[in-house]
């Protein structure tokens, strides 16, 4: 990787019908010129592929894919660029291997040849094992829990790879983005990324330019008009721990890469950065009218309500500065807080409370907030001490992580 923190492949069709460059870069001399601009740009690999997996696209036999590639890639390592071959055929693995290149990358993952997981084991190269349900994308669209059936898949795959002899620590994994999956299954995925890294290997990622980004734009935007959601999601992809991205268009995603970078970067040392020194609020015996409860007589005449509230933030600015500006000030959430029992009647105690976790909140600063509703003049035909209601309520924080 070159500056950008994760690994950018740049996609050569040498095809007559990809989706979105058929046919541009059929011809060799026109393949090398846009890999050579590609790696100019930024691009780590390329990965070339000589079959598309377009839906509708004619099947090439292994010899035909074998005449478009193998000048390409073999020019390619010449000039000491790192290639992957796109291939589901052992045969094409076979020769791409013997050709010089490092990685095969195969969006059946042994299933449609199951031979070529033994060519690659036997030519040492690297292995990419992707998620799919067969080559014909648009088929099997169904699933109950797309990130958990995936990671399955990609398991078993795992493990036919490793019993045909390929090194674990050379394989990397694929979700499959686009593969028999409907544009809401590629967000999940894309949510869910963690957990296909926690298999442990690397992750490559091909959303470049697919259907789902698509969505959003204009009916009838062309695929060049979807680089901009790629680069997005290559970077979302980078923030959930991906290793390696592969795209059309190099430029956008390698820059878009290098401001993730380079916000990590200007991030704080944590050594330097002030340590936080949680602590908490606590306000007790709040005394308030309201009007809530389930009887007409406790609508209509209201009663008295205590409140408890406890608050969990850094109390270190606050420290350091002296200063009430940078923490909650106690009197002021009192006063918020008869206000609000005393407004819009409810039927439970614990919806009084939520609402008033909910609203401590509000502020930025707080982390947890406890709320205790007393009633202790609640219509009970027994003598009793009080009830009350707790309501806990956190803060939820993104899990995203920058590199
Ligand atoms: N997508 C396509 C082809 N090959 N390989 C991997 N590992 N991951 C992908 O998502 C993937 C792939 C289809 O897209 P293209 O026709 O633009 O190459």
Not at 100 to 105: D, P
Request: contains cysteine; glycine residues 10%; charged residues 25%.
């Amino acid at each position: 990787m070159s500056g950008h923190g994760i690994e950018v492949w740049g996609i050569l069709n040498v095809t007559p019908d990809s989706f979105s460059d058929g046919g541009r870069y059929v011809d060799a001399g026109a393949a090398i010129a846009h890999a050579r601009r590609m790696r100019a740009q930024g691009a780590d690999v390329i990965d070339v592929g000589g079959e598309s997996t377009r839906p509708g696209a004619t099947p090439v036999t292994p010899e035909e894919e074998q005449a478009r590639i193998l000048p390409v890639v073999r020019e390619l390592v010449r000039e000491g660029i790192r290639v992957s071959v796109d291939t589901v055929h052992a045969a094409t693995a076979r020769a791409a291997i013997e050709a010089g290149a490092e990685i095969i990358n195969d969006v059946t993952a042994g299933e449609h040849d199951p031979a070529l997981l033994g060519a690659v084991a036997e030519g040492g190269a690297r292995l990419v094992l992707m998620h799919s349900r067969g080559l014909d994308v648009t088929q099997d669209t169904r699933y109950g829990d797309v990130v958990a059936e995936v990671a399955a898949h990609l398991r078993a795959r795992l493990a036919a790879a490793v019993d045909a002899g390929v090194p674990r620590e050379r394989i990397m994994l694929d979700p499959g983005f686009g593969f028999s999956k409907e544009p809401e299954d590629n967000w999940r995925l894309l949510a869910g990324l963690g957990a296909v890294g926690r298999i442990g290997l690397p992750l490559l990622i091909g959303t470049s330019r697919k259907r789902f980004l698509g969505t959003l734009l204009p009916e009838g935007a062309r695929p060049e008009e979807r680089d901009a959601a790629t680069a997005a999601t290559a970077v979302l992809a980078a923030q959930r721990g991906a290793a390696a991205v592969r795209v059309h268009d190099v430029a956008s995603t390698v820059s878009a890469l290098r401001a993730l970078v380079a916000t990590a970067e200007a991030a704080p040392d944590p050594a330097l950065r002030p340590q936080p020194r949680s602590g908490a609020i606590s306000l007790t015996g709040v005394r308030a009218r309201g009007h809530h409860g389930v009887l007409p007589e406790e609508r209509r005449d209201g009663q008295e309500f205590v409140v408890d509230v406890q608050l969990v933030l850094d109390l270190g600015d606050a420290i350091d500065r002296d200063d009430v500006h940078a923490t909650v000030h106690y009197g002021e959430l009192a006063e918020r807080i008869v206000a609000d029992v005393g407004r819009d009647p409810v039927d439970l105690i614990e919806t009084l409370a939520d609402r008033l976790a909910a609203l401590c909140l509000v502020d930025g600063r707080v982390e947890h907030a406890t709320v205790t509703v007393h009633k202790p003049q609640a219509p009970i035909a027994v003598p009793f001490g009080d009830v009350a209601v707790t309501v806990h309520r956190s803060r939820e924080r993104s899990d995203w992580v920058v590199l």
